[in-house]
């Protein structure tokens, strides 16, 4: 039996044979997190290109929690523990996007992704990654702004 994404998961198993991948990896993850700071993307394709790269990036990156006798002793690599890593920021960016377009009207949570992750812990890590639910549904759904979208339609 295959676990659920079973891309990652095997991409996830190859990148980990080769040295020094962490180091590649967290480049990647602080160049999406300035590039969306900085605004540094022309289309909306971009913006949530990089958004949704961002919790895929924390769980190739993340090491595994109890590492077998035969793997190396880097393999208990914590990438929530990280001080090189611009966390805090890629945290801030996350929740105010707790929910992407992934193509047409098919959504994408990162808090799916990110509970892939074996050092994520969903009671001690999850308020400071995700928005919480009914903010979440507050913000992206449209039934919330229908009265205002209403008013505006019958002012025209």
Avoid at 3 to 19: C, D, N, T
Avoid at 74 to 95: G, I, P, S, T, Y
């Amino acid at each position: 039996k295959h676990p659920k994404q079973y891309i990652v998961f095997k991409l996830r198993s190859e990148v980990k044979k080769i040295p020094g991948y962490e180091e590649v990896l967290m480049r990647m993850f602080s160049q999406c997190v300035g590039q969306l700071e900085a605004g540094r993307f022309v289309t909306p394709e971009e913006k949530y290109g990089l958004l949704r790269a961002l919790p895929h990036l924390l769980v190739l990156i993340d090491g595994e929690k109890e590492p077998p006798e035969t793997k190396p002793k880097d393999a208990n690599f914590n990438v929530f523990k990280q001080k090189k890593m611009r966390l805090e920021e890629a945290k801030k960016l996350m929740k105010q996007h707790p929910v992407l377009p992934m193509c047409c009207d098919m959504p994408f949570v990162p808090e799916a992704v990110l509970t892939r992750a074996p050092h994520f812990s969903v009671s001690s890590n999850l308020g400071g990654w995700v928005a919480y639910p009914a903010a979440a549904a507050k913000g992206c759904l449209l039934t919330t702004y229908w009265k205002d979208l209403r008013t505006g339609y019958d002012k025209l």
